[in-house]
């Protein structure tokens, strides 16, 4: 089974509420993994959104979409979207397939 990632853009326009949103998210994470947390992400190609990038790493598409979709992490979602504009995508991981 493929991992799946949660991807963030965010334009931060309140550095204070997003501090606040990752000490509460962060406890919401368990076994999930922060791959990417970039303030300066080089644009190669096409217009990128907002002032950071955040990549989190789940055993499954369906950990990182239950995850998402939790109780406890509603209260942190809320002080996320308060503190800056946000896009955000759930993407599967790739496996190679032998031959």
Wanted: proline share 4%.
């Amino acid at each position: 089974m493929p991992k799946g990632y949660v991807i963030f853009t965010e334009n931060i326009q309140d550095r204070a509420g997003m501090q606040a949103y990752g000490q509460v998210a962060g406890p919401t994470l368990g076994e999930a993994s922060v791959l990417v947390v970039d303030q300066d992400p080089e644009v190669l190609e096409g217009e990128w959104h907002g002032n950071q990038t955040v990549i989190l790493e789940f055993a499954s598409v369906d950990a990182a979409r239950a995850w998402y979709e939790s109780t406890e992490y509603s209260n942190a979602k809320l002080l996320r979207q308060a503190a800056a504009e946000c896009n955000a995508v759930i993407v599967s991981g790739y496996e190679r397939r032998p031959g």
